[in-house]
């Protein structure tokens, strides 16, 4: 079997089509978001075969071209060599430069894009994309690839919020749950792990599954070391109405949660349960 068949084969498989009816003009639409491009990029290594820097082919006909060297358009001028490799070192948090303010990521899966698997030890693309923690959470559940999707939706929630993890390999940000049962991110590598500052919240119906993550710069400034001390707390009044009210940010990101988690539950409502 020729390199062109196997990508017709894997295409197809991906699709969910019969092999004959690939042609050049097989719109890809379907695989066309951050999972299918994650699966189509491992399904290209396992052949030996990758993905030139440039737009996604909107066909089948420009997946052959692009992996050729045809190029789809026109070369993208603006990606450094260093994008084509992973980060080692580990990412400045808050990739917003030196706008310090609140950074918000979300994301929704659908749970049936990820493909089935016998084994999620072995599956190539568990394995590329999941760390071991996150397995070995997973097969203990009833449904794994529920929480799987979940947990996709944190690594590619977290990297909308902080852009300084998009370079980073999918399976070193990895999530994990405290003694309470509260998910939270961890950073894995080389060199150790460490727990992310970014506050993360995971959800799911039968059918999709959704993460947000919530990250704010000014909580991991370093404190100044000549402020005065403390003062004593003052009792709170007894009349309610009179006690202190929430201060601007912590208002500002408790309203952003807010229309954040109604907007999500808006949109699984008016997709699934509409009349």
Not at 22 to 28: N, R
Not at 124 to 145: D, H, N, T, W
Not at 231 to 243: E, F, G, K, S, V
Request: glycine fraction near 6%; charge should be neutral.
């Amino acid at each position: 079997m020729t390199k062109n068949d196997q990508l017709r084969e894997m295409v197809a498989t991906m699709l969910m089509v019969p092999t004959n009816e690939i042609s050049a003009e097989t719109t890809l639409a379907k695989i066309d978001t951050s999972l299918g491009g994650a699966q189509l990029k491992l399904g290209l290594k396992r052949l030996g075969l990758s993905l030139p820097p440039g737009p996604s082919p909107a066909t089948f006909g420009q997946l052959e071209a692009a992996i050729s060297g045809n190029s789809l358009t026109h070369p993208r001028s603006d990606i450094s060599s260093s994008e084509s490799t992973a980060v080692n070192e580990v990412p400045k948090h808050g990739g917003m430069g030196s706008l310090n303010r609140l950074q918000v990521g979300l994301d929704v899966q659908h749970i049936g894009a990820l493909p089935a698997a016998s084994d999620f030890w072995t599956d190539p693309f568990y394995g590329k994309i999941f760390g071991k923690p996150e397995i070995a959470y997973a097969v203990l559940q009833s449904e794994p690839r529920t929480h799987l999707a979940g947990f996709w939706c944190a690594k590619e929630a977290l990297r909308k919020c902080d852009p300084s993890f998009m370079q980073t390999s999918f399976e070193e940000t990895v999530v994990k749950h405290d003694s309470d049962g509260k998910p939270y991110l961890l950073w894995e590598n080389s060199s150790g792990s460490s727990r992310l500052p970014h506050a993360l919240s995971l959800s799911h119906t039968h059918e999709i599954a959704t993460a947000v993550v919530v990250f704010m710069p000014s909580a991991l400034e370093p404190k100044q070391s000549n402020v005065s001390p403390p003062l004593p707390p003052t009792p709170l009044p007894a009349d309610p109405a009179d006690r202190p009210k929430l201060s601007r940010p912590m208002a500002f990101v408790f309203a952003a949660l807010v229309v954040l988690f109604s907007l999500v539950g808006y949109l699984i409502a008016h997709h699934y349960w509409k009349v």
